[in-house]
């Protein structure tokens, strides 16, 4: 149980919110199909998607991934690799095998019932102290908060707080938490998530369309998106990241990933870091051979890009194949033909620059700025 911290604004203050919110929530609200629904599995499903992944990339993902795993029971019962296939293009694949895993707990320790209370919520993988308020609010009615970003950005504007390090954090969840205790706190939460995803946002909120107007400090102020103050960035890390491209008979080289790999695919094309000075087609051949086993000899540039992943910048150099003996360690890399690579759960990196070379014509999860060198590979 958290302490209570001890300046918090008066509870009446908060409290008489509540009202306007919900009905605000009830009017405004966007259709999502997670919004239909109070089955907790499907809702867990959800809250997991929306981590890191915006609204509507999500929603196509949702549907598909229930039909194929429509009850906790089937997800569970699913092969990872399966999981994985469901959730190729998403991203932060870490999140589909903590669910799963979670399914399969669920299954084992608590009769195939996702538990209500968040406490227990807490003891599933990949389940936070945000996830166990989300699914127990929304799917069970219970009076538990949930403080994502747009709360957070919401709170700190009503109450002109600065939300510093722990204590500020915890001072945030002490007043979502007294404003989940009342009727319909699944209703409460998503107008919080809501109205911070649609009206206050994070540059130029919608003030005269806000439910809540009147009893803003921020607002008040005439400098609403003064709160809360950005975080300062971590500077960005710059690398070189060649990837290795080979082809052989209508299949291309997939590597699976190791602890520590830059890229974040399940598979992925072969990749290595390159230090100045280095040629990337030497190191990338050298790593192919003590990693997977196989011998290639990579040609020039093919295709360059350009990619993030949170504070690193990677310049991506693709070098295709002219030659290749050998077969991929077991387990370890594969040859998948190029019509299958949609079910493979591979980054975003690896498809821009599949896409790069017309290999394959799967759509990518960010903007891109790519650049195919003439005489690149095409799909054989
Ligand atoms: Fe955000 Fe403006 Fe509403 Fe305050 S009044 S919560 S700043 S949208």
Known sequence: MSRRPAVLPADAAIRRLRAPLVRWYRRHRRDLPWRRTTDPYAIWVSESMLQQTQVATVVPYYRRFLEL?????????????????????????????????????????????????????????????????????????????????????????????????????????????????????????????????????????????????????????????????????????????????VVRRGAVLLERRSPGAPLRGEWDLPAALIADGLRAAATLEAALAARLGVRVALGPLAATSRHAILDRRFVLEAHAARSVSGRPAAGRGRFVPLGALDRVPVSSATTKILRALGLTAAPTAASTSLRPAPGGPRRR
């Open 69 to 245: 795993f429509p009850t906790l029971e089937a997800l569970a019962a699913a092969a990872e690799d399966e999981v994985l296939a469901a959730w190729s293009g998403l991203g932060y694949y870490r999140r589909a095998r903590a669910l799963r895993e979670g399914a399969r707990m669920v299954v084992e320790r608590h009769g195939g019932r996702v538990p209500r209370d968040p406490e227990t919520l807490r003891t599933l993988p990949g389940v936070g102290r945000y996830t166990a308020g989300a699914i127990a609010s929304l799917a069970f009615g219970a009076e538990e908060p949930v403080v994502d970003g747009n709360v957070r950005r919401v709170l700190s504007r009503l109450f002109a707080l600065e939300p510093r390090g722990a204590a500020g954090d915890e001072r945030l969840w002490s007043i979502a938490g007294a404003l989940a205790r009342g009727s319909a706190p699944g209703d409460l939460n998503q107008a919080l998530m809501e109205l911070g995803a649609t009206v206050c946002t994070s540059r130029s909120p919608s003030c005269a369309a806000c439910p809540v107007a009147r009893d803003c400090a921020a607002r008040a102020s005439g400098d609403p998106d003064r709160w809360p103050a950005p975080k300062s960035p971590k500077p960005a890390t710059s690398a070189r990241l060649a990837l290795a491209v």
